[in-house]
């Protein structure tokens, strides 16, 4: 016996095809002479419409055990289906039930719920049509972020998790120690470290671009896809403490490079996602924002607008409206500010260059104007900085300024500062958070629901 | 300008076409007519040829600046090469160099390096051709890993990295927290975790399992590959505190098909290793470990041998040799008696099943037997152990009675028993520490070249 995905059968089953699938009940309902279900396996967003009749075996006991939640395996002859809604439905010759699911206590019974309450249920929230979807776009976009680098050449690299490094030097990291908590060991009052697994301290990464970096001035193209963190306490819908990044790094590259690799990374995601999840777009557009699809097509068709922080800063100073938070050149950009240059001045996405340099990272590369570096944003549409990308700097000698300033020590960083000692080039790269990507993409209105198992404060369950 | 990787010219550059490669120099050799510098670009183990002639702008400052590590790029026009070991050469209009690298300092000059000293560089020692192939060798089973699964419909699941719960019950955990360690909060001497960042005790995870396993129970067919951790004091080659896992689930599935798609797997992977890094392979066929082509056609062209751990124990028993660790049913195997049986017996790989529940994890389903669980183990020549994985215990009264006869108790895992509460099936997946895959593949003999930046005791460098 060899099973049939639902959603291969809902797209190309014919009639009076035999048949095997696995999944789910999600509803099933009684009529005098026979019964329904509709059963999902987790391929798609809709359900295949199982019809049981009489003359089946078991079909009492069958019946009182194919409640919501229950576990089935089902033969039968596919057929077109008289009903509403679908195109094949199938008509069983046997059941096996697996697993039960008593309706006195399965909490996902068929009434709507909130997305706050199955946040609860971590282990069976997937089996929710919106969870489910979100999950199923998830894996496409994952999979669709691999094939653009790939196809290009790009090397996935994988950065350490663990670190000694504080890349962007915010400060807002988790401590990852060995050290037995009910008594750290200490010397002259200080943590002793030097007893710790490491040897020294030793923190959950923030970002892995620097060792991408290293691993480009090799493959002139790496990029990164894995867990990042941040220790913020900050109760959002847009704040995850552990979340998934994308970091692309490109050698021999300037900030022109980096905006067409973003502008086409964008590009090639939303149209994967379009191609093979038809179904879940359809759906987060009809139940979760029907500005959705409008987007996606947005970022697909149209050319990002390429505009420099000064003359974004004008942009807004003569806008017809006011902001919150008042606008001139050298302020960081804040959300209302990117949302009026997308959504209301250009309507399309926006990539904002050359910011000051006080509000950037240390490694962005100095401008001659020596005010302002080569970083680059893109803003989009109802979501604001979806990208965050720059030249890098590798001049050794502005780099080594850039460390001091922002606080630290060329010993600190010596191997990254090795890289513009030998053989160094003009490089460049962005970071992607991959949940905000998801969310944009799905008009998911909180962080939680776009990961599997999200961590936030107070919160690690599952 | 757009530019050529050196690995697309020499497989398919054809003579007179002008191209542009960019990258960096590995050596460099003068004549008093011209000169030579090898060029790499990480795309491929072999450098490109370019030739200099005196005509060039700037040849002598060119040439003292060419040094090995120096990036340049170069425009010229391809030739056949009359030298040996290449079939193509560049003869250069044009050279810019980037960075120089002072002969003096450049810790990679042509003589050979030890892996230990090279450890030491971890930001540039994928310069050398050993590093650089194992890296490239690391993305092409990365991907193929994505490949396989995608194609037979398994989603990537993201499995938390910062969890709650200790999968394997080894004890090996980092911890992950907030506090500041000189002042850690405490009631009645006791650690106050209610005061950390998740409002308990929290870790770094040892497996994606359990929360793969919720997945599998809604989308059928789930993969993780991730990152994840253990805080071993472990200083051997085949040890890293932090690695990354493959761990694939599937609902209504049992050890016949799990032992399938862990067979199938390899040969996959393997397959697509050989067909896409031929010259990488061949060198470490030549360079590291003479048997690692043997190994892997093994791999793909024989059927594994599929025999119980009982009847294992039968073979060790009469094998015309003496072990270090004596046989008897109950033991765990070592890795002498799994070489005997891969290398010696039946000269192929082998997959050993149903082992005695004693020395498995909790989650493995009770054999009908009540002393044996449905569990595979994955033995390969040359390395013992690669895959190990089970049927899962889909029963909620055993499953919790195994909890509990684990030390554990049923309300720390609640949630995974209330996958067999609601909608259980019989459900099978595996692991495979990646790194040992890619040792396995390349005949590399310390885990820590296999990985970009290893992270192991008293070393988180870089």
Redesign the interface.
Known sequence: MS?H?IINLLRNGQPEEEVTI????RTKRESKKFAFMEVN???SLANLQVILEPELENYKIILSQINT???V?VTGILAESPGKGQRIELHATAVTV?????PE??PLQKKRHSFEFLRTL???R??TNTL?AV??I??TC??AV?QFF?QQ?F???????????DCEGAGEL??????N??D?P?EN???DYSQD????Q?Y?TVSGQL?AE??A????RVYTF??T?R?E?SNTSRHL??F?MIEPEM??CDLQGDMDLAEAFLKHIFKAVLDQCPEDMEFFNQRIDDSVLTTANNIINQEFERITYTRAIELLENAPKTFEYSVEWGIDLQSEHERYLCEEYFQKPVIVTDYPSAIKAFYMRLNDDEKTVGAMDVLAPKIGEIIGGSQRE?RFDILEKRIKEAGMTPEQLW??L?????????HAGFGLGFERLIQFMTGMGNIRDV???P?T??????
Chains 1, 2 share one sequence.
């Open positions: 099973k995905r696995q999944g789910w009940v396996d987790g391929s939640g229950a576990s395996e697996y697993g039960e699911a008593d206590t399965y971590g282990h069976i997937t089996r489910g999950m199923r998830r894996n994952a999979n691999h790939q050449g090397l996935w690299v994988h950065t350490p998790i663990i670190t000694t490094n988790f401590n990852v120690t060995r050290f908590l009910k750290v200490k009052g200080e943590v697994f490491f040897g020294r030793a959950l060792e290293a691993m001035l090799t493959f002139d894995g867990p963190f220790a306490n403490a552990e998934w050698a021999f590798e191997w990254y090795d890289l513009r000692r030998y053989g160094t080039v003009p990961i599997p198992f961590r404060p107070e919160n690690a369950e599952f």
